[in-house]
């Protein structure tokens, strides 16, 4: 097939099936009415000699062929646009839908402040907030379903880029009137009373030392550390009660109401729970490793301007908070 006689609008159209998985959504996107994407979607599949999209239910879902071209295609589509250049990115004219990847405990620390910033500075732009605990969230950046993850990684491959957004110990977090919540905790104390930890993925995900790697990304799965805790309790020869695991860390307020149990959490997310009451932090009696949380994107997107206005937003709501700490 030459690529001389293609109709190369096309090509975002194949874009916007695949990434709204609906043609009339489609067809908003490209300001086309659904016949019309229809029509171009039967050229495409012409070219091509597949089906591309099949309907299930009232949705489009791409063929094997169409999962398999989708990566390189539109990562040349948005290589293509960035060459081509764009207009000037104006915050305040701007009606941009942005897709960030973050945790419950990310969106109470990060994203809400910087929801509340934008809708100051850019009206106009919409978030939209995406489970970073997913389990294809690589693939998702690679595809560019999602804008900007935010979190903790160990591991991060060379075609994403990222920046440090703050860095963090951890603190404890139990409720009013607990038995230690007038004094400073001490190391009995983490054998005395239960805990609940925060973990969005345990060894049967595939985590290995508290992170879990997809085509090269390793994001964190358990948001304590685990190692310094159980080296610390070494000298009691016992290991920690570990209660109750949730996935979420909103959760743990209710969790910890009325309970004696302790909560091992980032020290961000300490300080915005227990600002809204009923709960006390404390410093664990023990060294914790600090975290670095940071954004992590393509790196096709790097000279994208409303993308990098974006990330500059992100990070001053991130030294905000880190400040916070201090």
């Given at each position: 097939?030459?690529?001389?006689?293609?109709?190369?609008?096309?090509?975002k159209?194949?874009?916007?099936?695949?990434?709204e998985?609906?043609?009339?959504?489609a067809?908003?996107?490209l300001h086309?009415?659904?016949?019309?994407?229809?029509?171009?979607?039967?050229?495409?599949?012409?070219?091509?000699g597949?089906?591309?999209?099949?309907?299930?239910?009232?949705?489009?879902?791409?063929?094997a062929r169409a999962?398999?071209?989708?990566?390189?295609?539109?990562?040349?589509i948005r290589r293509i646009?960035?060459?081509?250049?764009t207009?000037?990115?104006?915050?305040?004219?701007?009606?941009?839908?942005?897709v960030?990847?973050?945790n419950?405990?990310?969106t109470?620390?990060?994203?809400?402040?910087?929801?509340?910033?934008?809708?100051?500075m850019?009206?106009?732009?919409?978030?939209?907030i995406?489970p970073?605990?997913?389990?294809?969230?690589?693939?998702?950046?690679?595809l560019g379903r999602?804008d900007?993850?935010?979190?903790?990684f160990?591991?991060?491959?060379p075609?994403l880029?990222?920046?440090?957004l703050?860095?963090?110990?951890?603190s404890?977090?139990?409720?009013?009137g607990?038995?230690?919540?007038?004094?400073?905790?001490?190391?009995?104390d983490?054998?005395?009373?239960p805990l609940?930890?925060?973990?969005?993925?345990g060894?049967e995900?595939?985590a290995?030392?508290?992170f879990?790697?997809e085509?090269?990304?390793?994001r964190?799965?358990?948001?304590?550390d685990?190692r310094a805790?159980?080296?610390a309790?070494?000298a009691?020869?016992?290991?920690?009660?570990?209660r109750v695991t949730?996935p979420h860390?909103?959760?743990?307020?209710?969790?910890?109401?009325?309970?004696?149990?302790?909560?091992?959490?980032p020290?961000?997310?300490?300080l915005?729970?227990?600002?809204r009451g009923?709960?006390?932090?404390r410093?664990?009696p023990y060294?914790s490793?600090t975290?670095?949380?940071r954004?992590?994107w393509?790196?096709?997107?790097?000279?994208d301007v409303g993308?990098?206005w974006?990330?500059?937003?992100?990070?001053?709501?991130?030294?905000?908070s880190e400040?916070?700490?201090?």
């Open positions: 097939m030459s690529i001389g006689r293609t109709d190369l609008n096309l090509l159209v194949f874009e916007a099936i695949y990434e998985r609906n043609l009339v959504l067809g908003k996107r086309l009415t659904q016949s019309a994407v229809s029509h171009a979607l039967r050229r495409l599949r012409e070219l091509v597949d089906e591309l999209f099949v309907r299930m239910g009232k949705g489009m879902v791409p063929t999962m398999s071209m989708a990566p390189t295609l539109l990562d040349s646009e960035s060459a081509l250049g207009e000037p990115f104006s915050p305040s004219q701007s009606r941009r839908k942005f960030i990847a973050a419950d405990y990310v109470e620390v990060i994203v809400a402040p910087l929801s509340r910033e934008l809708q100051k850019a009206p106009g732009v919409d978030l939209v995406r970073s605990t997913r389990l294809d969230l690589a693939e998702q950046i690679d999602i900007i993850a935010i979190g903790i160990s591991q991060i491959p075609r880029n990222s920046c440090a703050m860095s963090q110990g951890e404890i977090l139990m409720c009013n607990h038995p230690a919540s007038r004094r400073k905790l001490r190391l009995d983490l054998t005395k009373y609940v930890t925060l973990s969005v993925g060894q995900e595939g290995v030392g508290g879990i790697v085509r090269g990304l390793a964190q799965s358990e948001m304590f685990r805790l159980e080296e309790l070494l009691f020869g016992e290991a920690p009660r570990l949730v860390a909103l959760a743990i307020p209710a969790m910890l109401r009325k309970t004696d149990m302790l909560s091992i959490v020290a961000s997310l300490a915005a729970l227990a600002d009923g709960l006390v932090r410093a664990p060294p490793r975290e670095t949380m954004a992590v393509h790196d096709r997107d790097d000279d993308h990098a974006l990330r500059e937003m992100i990070l001053k709501t991130a030294q905000t400040e916070a700490l201090k």
